[in-house]
């Protein structure tokens, strides 16, 4: 053939694969577009199946359902016309009732707390054990601050010789006086200040204790005055005022050797302290001179030394007054109100004093 003259092996046999698929499309088209297999059995339009509806409506055609066999587009339009229009189907449900949730879609899954972690109780306290050595009591149970060196004298049950009284962490030299009874020296240094003072008796390796008893420091009693002056004169024999302070109205003249409140006697007078000493307690005092003291009032003077009795003192109401101390009339000594001190007659009568021979 003319057709296949010139080409090689392959390609007529891409020419006639080619060929044969045209004819099968051919084939196919010309299959679709006739029918060649006869009429296909048509099914009933009408799925209700109830009598009612099958009813022939008015000029509406009769549909059966014998099968027709369509020739034309044109009969086919004619079968479409005729059919019966679609029916509505109508379902009334018994009920609305949804089905339950499977679950709550707004629950959460929230973990729980942490546990709250207990803490660990303490552990007992250990009983503190017995101490070996009994200490019942000590005496004296209180002293005054700022006394000198006394003796402390401790009674208990088991002490020996080895064991020593110890005063706040400072041990004594202790005298063994018996296995219930220990004596020792307190120096003032350890009672200097008020407050309590742990006494114990313990040995020097500490394997033998006691317990602890307080003894009380309390403060002394302190003079009641304010210096507010001083006469001064001749041989040194000055007079320092003072006032109460529990009646401010009076002013006390005082010379060294008298006593105040029956306790305090003056040792010293200075133009800047005065220095009163307990006689029972002999703790000294000090009294700072005080410049802006208020003043007034009547002065006198207290008991001197011997027993002698209080005796009034006339009072220079000139125009000179004590120095640093204004409206206070200076001290005039009686019986020397119109003599000139003489600096150089030792002979001179000053109260207080007697004269010598």
């Known amino acids: ?41 048509k099914k009933n339009q009408n799925a209700n199946g109830n009598a009612n509806t099958r009813a022939t409506q008015p000029g509406v055609a009769e549909v059966t359902n014998a099968p027709t066999k369509i020739q034309t587009p044109a009969q086919a339009r004619e079968i479409n016309e005729n059919l019966a229009p679609p029916t509505p189907v109508i379902y ?6 949804a089905p339950e949730a499977g679950r709550n879609i707004f629950a959460f899954y929230v973990p729980p707390p942490p546990a709250v972690k207990q803490p660990t109780p303490p552990p007992p306290p250990t009983p503190t054990p017995t101490p070996p050595l009994v200490l019942a009591s000590v005496a004296p149970i209180n002293v005054f601050a700022r006394t000198g060196d006394f003796t402390l004298e401790v009674t208990g049950d088991k002490f020996t010789s080895a064991t020593a009284i110890i005063v706040d962490n400072n041990p004594l030299p202790t005298r063994f006086i018996s296995a219930q009874q220990l004596s020792a020296t307190v120096p003032a240094a350890l009672i200097a200040n008020d407050g309590a003072r742990q006494i114990k008796v313990s ?7 006691s317990n602890q008893v307080p003894l009380m420091v309390t403060p002394p009693p302190i003079p009641n005055y304010v210096y507010i002056g001083i006469i001064g004169k001749a041989h040194y024999n000055d007079t320092a005022v003072l006032k109460d302070k529990s009646n401010p109205k009076e002013l006390l003249n005082v010379q060294r050797g008298d006593v105040l409140g029956g306790r305090f006697r003056v040792t010293s007078i200075s133009d800047r302290e005065i220095e009163l000493t307990d006689t029972q307690l002999r703790i000294k005092h000090r009294l700072p001179f005080e410049e802006k003291a208020g003043s007034g009032g009547q002065a006198g003077n207290t008991a001197g030394p011997g027993g002698r009795g209080t005796r009034q003192a006339p009072l220079d109401t000139g125009d000179s007054g004590i120095p640093g101390i204004p409206n206070i009339p200076r001290y005039q000594p009686p019986g020397r109100g119109e003599q000139q001190d003489d600096p150089n007659d030792d002979n001179e009568e000053i109260p207080g004093i007697p004269t010598k021979p």
């Open 92 to 97: 009334i449900p018994s009920s609305y009732s």
């Open 1 to 41: 053939m003319k057709l296949f003259e010139g080409k090689t092996p392959s390609e007529r046999n891409k020419l006639i694969a080619a060929l044969v698929l045209g004819v099968l499309a051919l084939a196919s088209i010309s299959y679709m577009l006739f029918d060649f297999s006869g009429p296909t059995p």
């Open 203 to 209: 040995s020097p390796d500490g394997l033998l204790y």
